[in-house]
């Protein structure tokens, strides 16, 4: 009995082993919740798991022998169980299959592998390496493998890429997040298209890429050497191209995971800390993100206080402005008078360089790099070549040409390859001047020194004459003759840095703008702007120039120039003033805008003569005009900007009367989803001011919407807001008493010829004026809004709600300086004029 009672054990506890600790799942068996198998030697284990405190279930691969949760691979990750009544086991097919219930009949996860119902002895069997397998075990022929459908992680000895035949592609896909094993949108791969490379990204948009197979590396992963643990093998033939990671020493615990922000991660398990040691990460710098310097740009790191991206020898900044605000995206284009296909060009050669996009190149791998050289100079359309794989570090072979635009090339410090660019015979000897013998390189040294200190000669030579010239300049104009070069210490310069690219600049001389201006001729003078004044010029071309002069020894000044400069450059709309350039000389600084013949909005809407020019058509389309200028600024550019002091004087008009909108002296530049700001020093112009902004320096997109609010009632009833009108404060109070009335219709400007509107649109316009100008900035609209009701007539607007009189408060505004600042000499019609900024600076 007792005999039989331990044999029964014994057995029990057999069974139990055979079916829960071996490595297999038979044909015929189940895995519960709970239950768990393990690889041969307990590196790995398989069955159901949760994530952190998440109660949702997933069947997968997690690493036994590291005593930190660590998951390999996940069957159902976009299809988590909700309880623990899961369970794994075979379909009558034989697929495996992870069932949500023991008695559901649909599986929310399958190996899918058609015809198998012949495999009666088929089994599921985890390897020593993570491996789940599906096999024959009497053939061993396998018929499905996890490690044939990566996850997020990559383990030793899987396989990468693709088989041209049976249409097999192993990509790894990020996790949703580390939470959520669900399938995310990062994912790297092997391209297909050209020569083979690997990228990486961010739903369709390629955002790394590690460079073509160099027979050692990637082009662009340098750190990849022999000395690394990794015997790493890759393929690439007609019918596959693949690429694995080995690891020599077989003890070595090492993953690689796509991270869900788009970084691949090498951890090594370091098992005296227990923990994860991650040592190797990309991409890693800005010259690693795919395309970062443009078309035939590349990116240099090791300049850290330089902007990191130029162009390649041959090619110039496509929009110089752009390039001059580290903005590259635009890329290049071959210097203009470049000929590559005259016979005297030449090879310009770029050392440690991580080749471009190999997706069209044209490839060679039994040529020379010699023939390959012969081979490129022969067709005019190949601009580059580069060896295709070097058999040892020094042996290149190969040949891949290029033929067209150029697309993320960037160089390292060391590693990287040689890259051979076509270049005309000027840029050839340029590019090689610094590449010549010893003797030669002293002799030149020699003349370089000699044309400095010329140069540096002259240069005193210059300035004194010119500092006379400027003294002189000042007690007669007329007698003003330029000295023509660029100074050093300007800010321009300042922001530069690199010397080659001064010419592309957006530079004026001072000589050009004095002439054009008649040398700042008075008759010349269209009025003043935010920090100076401002001239009329023609240009001569012909061209109608305005342009503004900062006044002198004026620091505030110097700051919204600045920012003005930086600003206007980047944005482009129709409803925005045009910047032509700027001029920076001596301690004259100027900024060249377009000529707008019509002169300011403020000119026609507060003179009767010039009014009455503005019929209703007109007075909507500037509107109109105005607000799709501001919802550019808001939202539609690049870059989030608030102007601040959006006024009618700030509204220029060109010949067909289109608004734009001009001096960003004082606009700020917000990042993606800021929306408010706030400061110390309040500036902008009274009338305009949106409470908030004045009382408590709060500035946000819905103070530009107050300002603009006051525009609309401007425009509409000709008069100026801060003007005294009759017994009510100013022009919002005086239209809202009459609007509470229902008598708003009077307030329409009587300049206007009646029958060029109808009544209904002007009172529609002027309720979303009010709407504009309300008290609370949460109750006004948006410029989209804004926008979207202008353009639609029969939608029901909102009632507005009591508007702000920053007039009636004035006394109480806090500005950067006491408020004794404020002007004293005011009167009615002229108060609007004054901008804060002018009483605190000068
Ligand atoms: C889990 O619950 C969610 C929502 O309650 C449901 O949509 C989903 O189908 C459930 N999943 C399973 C496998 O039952
Ligand atoms: C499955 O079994 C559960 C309990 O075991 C039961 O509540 C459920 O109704 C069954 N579902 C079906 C589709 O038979
Ligand atoms: C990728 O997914 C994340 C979160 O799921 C999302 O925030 C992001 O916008 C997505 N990116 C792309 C390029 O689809
Ligand atoms: C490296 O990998 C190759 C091919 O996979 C194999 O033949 C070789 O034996 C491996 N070398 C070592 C030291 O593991
Ligand atoms: C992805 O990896 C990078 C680099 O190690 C890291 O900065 C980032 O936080 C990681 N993202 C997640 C979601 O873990
Ligand atoms: C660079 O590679 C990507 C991905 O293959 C491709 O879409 C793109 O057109 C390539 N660009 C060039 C200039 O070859
Ligand atoms: C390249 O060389 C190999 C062997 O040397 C040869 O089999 C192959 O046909 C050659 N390919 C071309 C395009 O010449
Ligand atoms: C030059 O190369 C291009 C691209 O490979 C090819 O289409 C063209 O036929 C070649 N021209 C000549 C003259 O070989």
């Known amino acids: 009995m007792k005999f039989f009672f331990i044999f029964f054990i014994f057995l029990f506890s057999l069974l139990i082993q055979s079916c829960y600790s071996d490595n297999t799942i038979l044909r015929r068996q189940s895995l519960k919740d709970g239950d ?38 996940v069957a159902n990750r976009d299809h988590p169980i909700n309880d623990t009544s899961g369970l794994i086991k075979f379909s009558t097919r034989g ?116 460079g073509s197979w160099t027979g050692q590396r ?13 015997n790493i093998s890759f393929v690439s033939n007609p019918d596959e191209v693949s690429i694995t990671y080995g690891v020599f020493d077989a003890s070595v615990i ?76 635009d890329g290049c284009t071959r210097i203009k008078a470049a000929s590559i296909c005259n ?98 390189r002293l002799f030149l040294i020699l003349i370089s020194l000699l044309a400095v200190v010329m140069l540096l000669m002259i240069s005193l030579f210059c300035f004194i004459r010119k500092r006379r010239q400027f003294k002189r300049l000042r007690k007669a104009p007329s007698s003003f003759a330029p000295c023509s070069f ?35 001729a008075f008759q010349n003078k269209l009025g003043a702007g935010g920090f100076g004044p401002v001239y009329k010029g023609v240009l001569q071309n012909g061209m109608e120039i305005a ?19 930086k600003l206007i450059s980047k944005l482009q709309h129709r409803n925005l003033v045009r910047i032509l350039g700027c001029c920076v000389e001596f301690e004259e600084k100027m900024l060249v805008y377009e000529y707008l013949p019509n002169k300011s909005l403020d000119y026609f809407i507060f003179n009767d003569e010039h009014r009455v020019e503005l019929d209703w058509p007109k007075r909507m389309g500037i509107i109109r005009g105005i607000a799709r200028g501001i919802l550019y600024l808001h939202q539609d550019s690049r870059l989030r900007i608030i102007h601040r002091d959006l ?35 309040v500036v902008g112009t009274y009338g305009y001011m949106s409470p908030e902004y004045a009382m408590d320096g709060q500035f946000s997109i819905k103070s530009d919407v107050y300002s603009f609010g006051v525009l609309i009632l401007e425009i509409i009833t000709g008069k100026k807001n801060s003007a005294f009108y009759e017994e009510s404060l100013n022009l919002v109070k005086h239209i809202w008493d009459r609007w509470e009335k229902g008598e708003a219709i009077e307030i329409i400007d009587k300049l206007m010829s009646e029958d060029t509107y109808d009544v209904s649109e002007v009172m529609k316009c002027l309720h979303i004026g009010l709407l504009c100008v309300q008290e609370n900035a949460s109750d006004r609209p948006d410029m989209s809004s804004v926008v979207f009701m202008l353009g639609h007539n029969a939608i029901d607007l909102p009632s507005p709600k009591h508007p702000a009189f920053t007039a009636g408060r004035r006394r109480n505004v806090k500005t950067g300086g006491s408020s004794d600042n404020w002007p004293s000499g005011e009167t009615g019609s002229t108060i609007n004029d004054v901008t804060l900024t002018d009483v605190q600076g000068r």
């Open 95 to 210: 697929n495996l299959c992870v069932y949500a219930s023991g008695n559901g009949t649909e599986p929310i996860w399958s190996t899918d592998v058609i015809d198998m119902i012949q495999e009666p002895a088929l089994v599921a069997k985890l390897t020593d390496l993570g491996n789940l397998v599906l096999l024959d075990p009497v053939t061993g022929k396998s018929f499905w493998e996890s490690f044939n459908h990566p996850t997020n992680t990559l383990l030793p000895f899987m396989k990468l890429g693709f088989t041209r035949q049976n249409g097999v592609d192993r990509i790894m896909t990020s996790w949703r997040s580390p939470g959520d094993p669900g399938s995310g949108n990062i994912t790297y791969r092997i391209e297909r298209r050209g020569f083979p490379q690997m990228m990486m990204y961010k739903g369709l948009t390629l955002w790394w890429r590690t």
């Open 254 to 329: 090492t993953r690689m995971v796509l991270n869900e922000t788009g970084t691949l991660q090498r951890f090594r398990w370091n098992g005296r800390d227990k923990k994860w040691i991650g040592f190797w990460s990309a991409p890693e710098d800005k010259c690693d993100i795919y395309n970062h310097c443009g078309f035939n740009g590349y990116c240099d790191p090791t300049s850290t206080d330089k902007f990191e991206c130029s162009c390649l020898p041959g090619y110039e900044p496509k929009t110089p402005r752009d390039w001059f605000l580290r903005d590259a995206s």
């Open 647 to 681: 006024k009618a004087s700030n509204v220029l008009l060109d010949n067909e009367m289109i608004p734009k909108i001009a001096d960003f002296g004082l606009a700020r530049i917000f990042g993606g989803n800021q929306i408010e700001g706030s400061t110390n020093r």
């Open 547 to 565: 342009v503004k002069r900062l006044s002198k020894s004026s620091g505030q000044g110097m700051e919204e120039f600045k920012n003005e400069v």
């Open 36 to 73: 768990v198998i393990f690889s041969e030697g307990k590196r790995f284990a398989f069955g159901f798991f949760s994530l952190g405190n998440s109660k949702l279930r997933y069947v997968g691969i997690w690493y036994a022998q590291v005593s930190e949760q660590t998951v390999v691979w």
């Open 486 to 520: 660029d100074l050093e210490d300007s800010f321009i310069l300042e922001e530069l840095e690199d010397k080659s690219r001064t010419r592309e600049l957006p530079l004026f001389e001072l000589s050009t703008i004095a002439a054009a201006t008649n040398n700042f």
């Open 343 to 440: 016979g005297k060009e030449g090879f310009a050669k770029l050392k440690r360089v991580k080749i471009p996009n190999t997706s069209a190149v044209n490839v060679d791998m039994n040529i020379t790099l010699k023939e390959c050289e012969q081979r490129c100079l022969k067709n005019c359309s190949c601009v580059a070549y580069a060896s295709a794989y070097h058999e040892s570090e020094n042996g290149a072979k190969g040949c891949l040409t290029w033929h067209g635009n150029m697309l993320d090339t960037r160089t390292y410090l060391s590693s990287g390859q040689d890259f051979y660019l076509r270049v005309d015979k000027s840029e050839l000897v340029r590019w090689n001047g610094n590449g010549s013998s010893g003797k030669m």
């Open 218 to 230: 990637w082009s662009g992963v340098p750190e990849m050497t022999n000395k690394f643990i990794f």
